[in-house]
Every structure is written in C-alpha cells, then in structure tokens.
C-alpha cells in the first residue's frame, strides 16, 4: 500500500467530477461510494488499485490517493507514485483553473445558476484515448445506461484483475487484450457486429501502429474530426465525443448529441428543436465553454434523478 497527496486547484469537488467521470450509478470501471473513488489502472503492466477521497472544503481541497499493486514485492514507490499522480491529475482535471468561466459566468444569469449549482466540478478525461473511442463506439446510437452495461461487460470480460474482498475489479482492457478477438466474442457480451468489428479493428492498428492517430493532438477541431471520422464506425458524435472526453477539448459541446441538444433548448427557453448548425449558432455566445455547460447539463439531469446533491 502506498499513499499520496493531491492539491486539486481550488474550487474542488470530487463527487460530482467522479459523476461527470461514471455518468450511470452501475459504471463499474468508475466506482464511488458517496466519499471514495474506486478505480483499477494499468502502471506498466500491472493492475493497480486506487482509492480516491477528498477532505477540505472545495477551496482548499486535498486529495488522498491510496494505491495497492497485487505483486508489491516489485513496487518501486516513486516511480508508482509519480505515474498516478499525473494520470489522476489528467483524469480528474485537477490541474484546470476555471476562474475564467466562472468570471464569464457572472455576467449571463443562465449560465450563473448552473455554475453556482455545480461549483466544484472539473471537466474529467478518459485516462487515454483508447478508452475514449471504446466509449464512444459502445455508446453509439443506444441509450447511455445501455451503453455503460456493454463497457462493464467488456471490461470484467477482457480487463486485468484485481482482487478485492468483494470479487475482482478490472482495469479496462488495452487494445493488446482486445486485437487478437474474433468479433463473435464481443458479441456475446451484446455488442453488434458492426461495434465489435470496430473495436478489434482499432485495437489490431493501435497494436500495429498503423492507426494514424499519432498526430491528433496537434489538429485542430474539424481536422481532428475528419481524422477520427476515417476509422471504421466513428462519425462526427464520437469524434467530437473523443476529442471533449478523451483530449480534454472543454469548447466543444457534441452537436449530435439529441438529449443534450434538447436539453439547450429547454435551457435557452427556445422554442423550435436545434439541429447541428443551430447548436454552433446558439452557443458562440458562451464560447469557450460550450463542452462544461455538456458537463453541467449532465449533472443537472443526475440531480434530477436524485443521484447526486449539488
């Protein structure tokens, strides 16, 4: 067991940043407890265990990070320590200073209202991209709560174990773990041929090289959405998906997304249904915030549910 302390830049909260993370109560990659955060990560090859927990207020915040590796004779303390904290710190943004949004907040009380309501959260990221796409495909054209059950599904099958009291976790598969699959294997875990066919694909050119992903970072928006829109399966929802929660690009708010874009509407008190252009048009006024008023929309639908306590 190794333990670490994190300061998160102020205002803080680890809650709702952990829900924006798991965004359905059965994410079981994602787990929290009301005060703990729960995840299994890859440090090299092995599966390590992390309990996340927040004390201070969310303005002077402090994390406690408690790590256990099933072999710990093969620890090495620094080296575990310094891989987690930036993988954490990518993970849960705790390096993103918001003062900007919050100042430009101030001035539109529509966007104020939810800023106060969900002060705290940072705008979390897969912790690669590979996980990223994974997400976006199984999530594809299904509902979000269907979506999750098929991630949990591939990553008890596919991922690294590691016991706990309470049967195994699993850290989510790598494409190594997922190449050399028939598609038939992923589709008895429920995924449709066409998504499994896309996720072993990927996993085969990531292994190889040949994914031609190396570069996405440095694209901008459009270039980097017809970049990812070149792999088999990906169109324009899970690139702009990809590029918001698995590079942390917190402007872009997914246009194609029919729940968020009815959620705008109903925010903007507008009358008629946005399409995708109309979603461009009505948020350039809120820009470059577009991808956090994503997140905050989706914590005011767990608040509705009851899942969460702004």
Known sequence: MLSLYLKPVAPFRLDLTVWV????????????????Y????????????????????PETPELRVEACCVEPEIEVESEVSEILAATLTWMLGLDIDLTEFYRFAAH????????????????????????????????QQLSLTVGIHLLNRLTQTFG????????????????????????????????????????????QNLVAGSAGLENLDSLDDDQAVQTLSRLRGLGRWSAEYVLLRGLGRRHLFPGDDVGARRKLQEWLNLKEPLDYQAVRRVLADFQPFGGLIYFHFLLSHLAAEGLIQP
């Not at 993370?21 to 703990?36: A, C, S, V, Y």
């Not at 966007?111 to 199984?138: C, D, M």
């Not at 590691?162 to 699959?181: N, Q, S, Y």
């Open 38 to 57: 729960r995840r299994v990560l890859l440090v090299g090859e092995q599966p390590v265990a992390i309990a996340v927990s927040q004390s201070g207020p």
């Open 160 to 203: 690294e174990p590691f016991p706990e009291k309470t049967g195994p976790a699993h850290a989510f598969p790598r494409p190594l773990d997922l190449a050399g699959l028939q598609p038939q294997a992923l589709r008895d875990l429920g995924f449709s041929y066409n998504k499994a066919r896309t996720i072993i694909e990927l996993s």
């Open 108 to 139: 539109d009380l529509r966007l104020q209202a939810l800023g106060q309501e969900f002060r705290g959260v940072k705008p979390p990221r897969f912790p690669n991209l590979f996980e990223a796409l994974v997400n976006a495909i199984a999530c």
């Open 21 to 36: 993370l798991r965004r359905r109560p059965h994410n079981l990659m994602d787990r929290w407890d009301g005060e703990t």
